[in-house]
């Protein structure tokens, strides 16, 4: 009899967490918001250009949402999660800015056969939580470099990063200042971008 009653304890006890504060939450998903450039001002150079396929730290290749509760210390989100990879996200908003930058005629994504003046390579440096700063803020790097389609030498490079304060730690607003800090990363380096070329000397070709 006690080995029964031992099996109806276990069941009890395992309805009662499968009631309580056991039950597992949702999955929530987010996708970067990046808003949409404006149409080009002035006529665009004559200048083509390809974009490689942005890379990253294989930290940011997953879906979940990455923070960081110390320097020393990465932690992944298990309840939300991307819906759209970031680089997604980013290289569609790249491409976007650098055609209303009006440096570049035509500005296509790699696909092993366009030839173009320039190819650019870009990276996620960071996009995270950072907890650790004293409230909660986030984080988003970028980098590029800008190559001569004829010889692949490196003409330009850069990078940027921007932060920003968030308010409350709903994921919401994480990923809506995440939004806002990755447009301010890619203006900051399709300006420098443009600015070099304009002042460049025409591609080898």
């Known amino acids: 009899m006690g080995y029964f009653k031992n099996i109806l304890l276990l069941i009890a006890l395992l309805a009662m967490f499968g009631c309580g504060g056991g039950k597992i939450p949702p999955t929530r998903y987010y996708a970067l918001s990046l808003p949409p450039a404006p149409a080009p001002a002035a006529e665009p150079l004559p200048h083509t250009l390809v974009i490689m396929p942005l890379r990253t730290s294989s930290m940011l290749t997953q879906d ?3 923070y960081r509760p110390a320097p020393e210390e990465v932690g992944y989100y298990e309840y939300h999660r991307w819906a759209q990879d970031p680089r997604e996200s980013v290289t569609t908003s790249l491409i976007e800015k650098i055609r209303a930058s009006g440096a570049f005629s035509s500005v296509a994504r790699f696909d092993g056969r366009t030839r173009s003046d320039y190819v650019l ?9 950072v907890d650790f700063e004293g409230g909660v803020k986030v984080y988003s790097g970028l980098s590029a470099e800008l190559l001569e389609g004829a010889t692949m030498r490196v003409v330009w490079e850069s990078s940027a990063t921007s932060d920003a304060q968030v308010a409350t730690s709903e994921m919401t607003e994480v990923v809506r200042q995440l939004s806002a800090a990755t447009s301010r990363s890619l203006d900051q380096l ?9 002042d460049a000397p025409p591609p080898a070709r």
């Open 64 to 66: 979940r949402i990455v």
């Open 121 to 129: 390579r870009a990276r996620i440096d960071r996009l995270e939580e």
């Open 190 to 198: 399709t300006r420098s971008l443009a600015e070099k070329v304009r």
